[in-house]
T-cell receptor
Framework: AQTVTQSQPEMSVQEAETVTLSCTYDTSENNYYLFWYKQPPSRQMILVIRQEAYKQQNATENRFSVNFQKAAKSFSLKISDSQLGDTAMYFCAFRHSGNTPLVFGKGTRLSVIA | DVKVTQSSRYLVKRTGEKVFLECVQDMDHENMFWYRQDPGLGLRLIYFSYDVKMKEKGDIPEGYSVSREKKERFSLILESASTNQTSMYLC?????????????FGQGTRLTVV
């Protein structure tokens, strides 16, 4: 079975600083997709960024970027210029290609401090 | 704007009651999912459905059942609610064409069983 591990239950960062959230996963497949979701206190889960395993280039979305290391099965999220609105739970998720559900990690609670 | 709507944001039920959690999506997605979210455990898959009248067990189906009579609606049923089913329940939907498509989430239902 696939597993996703987030080793940092809680993190904090000063406003305007950079923070990196860690995620590792386990799979024997070669083709899959990775996601980072954000869940703010309002509870609405929203997609932050996604990465296709067959793409070597790391995905970037504005202040959010990933460091995808396929051989190490690592998928970390970097948030640059942290803002108060980035305070949320962050979940790393994995999905095989095709018709399969997302598998989630246990989450990292990020607090951005003014 | 894409939307997944859960019928209740907060729900309080008594032990032994039959509980229905409703989820409706307006994106014509084939795939729908029910997750349970608990602190420190992340999101765990209860059931999912790839088509009308079709269902598959997830990781923690015990004590739950589901119904999908129409494509847009996916119901989670607690046959006889117990206090250990007190939790946050999240519904999601996705397009099955391509594993990289994101899942869209509802706002969650916080269920308390007393």
């Amino acid at each position: 079975a696939q597993t996703v591990t987030q080793s940092q239950p809680e993190m904090s960062v000063q406003e305007a600083e950079t923070v990196t959230l860690s995620c590792t996963y386990d799979t024997s497949e070669n083709n899959y997709y990775l996601f980072w979701y954000k869940q703010p206190p309002s509870r609405q889960m929203i997609l932050v960024i996604r990465q296709e395993a067959y793409k070597q280039q790391n995905a970037t979305e504005n202040r959010f970027s990933v460091n995808f290391q396929k051989a190490a099965k690592s998928f970390s999220l970097k948030i640059s210029d942290s803002q108060l609105g980035d305070t949320a739970m962050y979940f790393c998720a994995f999905r095989h290609s095709g018709n399969t559900p997302l598998v989630f990690g246990k989450g990292t609670r990020l607090s951005v401090i003014a | 704007d894409v939307k997944v709507t859960q019928s209740s944001r907060y729900l309080v039920k008594r032990t032994g009651e039959k509980v229905f959690l409703e989820c409706v999506q307006d994106m014509d997605h084939e795939n729908m999912f029910w997750y349970r979210q608990d602190p420190g455990l992340g999101l765990r898959l209860i059931y999912f459905s790839y088509d009308v009248k079709m269902k598959e067990k997830g990781d923690i189906p015990e004590g739950y059942s589901v119904s999908r009579e129409k494509k847009e609606r996916f119901s989670l049923i607690l046959e006889s609610a117990s206090t250990n089913q007190t939790s946050m329940y999240l519904c999601a939907s996705s397009n099955p064409r391509g594993g990289g498509t994101e899942a869209f989430f509802g706002q969650g239902t916080r269920l308390t069983v007393v």
